[in-house]
């Protein structure tokens, strides 16, 4: 498959993402998502974070798999997830669940640096692998129990977790700085949501859920 190919691909799948954002608005309270982020939906090459034998579907609107039960979320929720951070140029963004590395390419792009953990070392390993191939300098990489966050690069601006807890980890919620967002997926495997956490100056908290959604579940070490 060709460059065109996949552009043309990337293209297409921007038009959906538009389309499932325009109907989200009234649950998630934005008609659309920011032309900062569409650029990146648009940019970022997918099918560079799929394994090979998926490479053609890498622009469906679907998860895929990646390996040890772990999938790499559909576009649209990528997209969300994203836009709902509200990211700016000089953000510090923890991103919990590494995956193959697709969602910290597109943080990437949008802020200075991204810190992201995978307690997967195998996926941690190709990822990097991938991201490095790529040209990206600005990712720092841990392999470990994600849902303790990175105490030694805390506190972030924002943070975005790609696996679901049962709850929110209170390790996380410590280390998100005041005026803060985080975006994550929380709660049994049949009954998750989409949470917006965002923190006050003052340091206080409110949780905002979005939509159902299913997700992997959030491996610890515990």
């Not at 309270?29 to 997918?46: I, L, T």
């Not at 997967?120 to 991201?131: G, P, S, V, Y």
Request: hydrophobic share 45%; proline share 6%; no cysteine.
């Amino acid at each position: 498959m060709s460059d065109a190919y996949f552009s043309e691909a990337r293209e297409e799948m921007a038009g959906i993402i538009a389309a499932y954002a325009e109907m989200s608005a009234d649950r998630v309270g934005r008609p659309a998502f920011s032309e900062r982020v569409m650029a990146v939906m648009r940019k970022v090459p997918r099918h560079e974070f799929v394994p090979a034998e998926l490479r053609h579907l890498a622009y469906i609107d679907s998860p895929l798999p990646i390996g040890y039960e772990k999938t790499i979320s559909q576009p649209f929720i990528v997209a969300l997830m994203t836009d709902m951070l509200d990211l700016q140029p000089e953000d510090k963004v923890l991103e919990v669940g590494t995956g193959l590395g697709y969602q910290s390419a597109i943080l990437a792009e949008l802020v200075k640096t991204v810190f992201t953990v995978e307690i997967i070392e195998e996926l941690a390993a190709d990822a990097r692998k991938r991201l490095t191939r790529l040209g990206y300098k600005n990712i720092e990489y841990k392999i470990g129990d994600g849902s303790a966050g990175w105490v030694q690069q805390a506190p972030f601006d924002k943070m975005i977790v790609t696996a679901a807890p049962d709850l929110i980890p209170a390790s996380l919620l410590t280390q998100l700085k005041p005026s803060g967002r985080m975006i994550i997926p929380a709660g049994i495997e049949d009954a998750q949501q989409l949470l917006l956490v965002e923190k006050d100056a003052g340091g206080r908290t409110r949780t905002k859920e979005l939509i159902p959604v299913r997700f992997s579940t959030l491996v610890t070490s515990n």
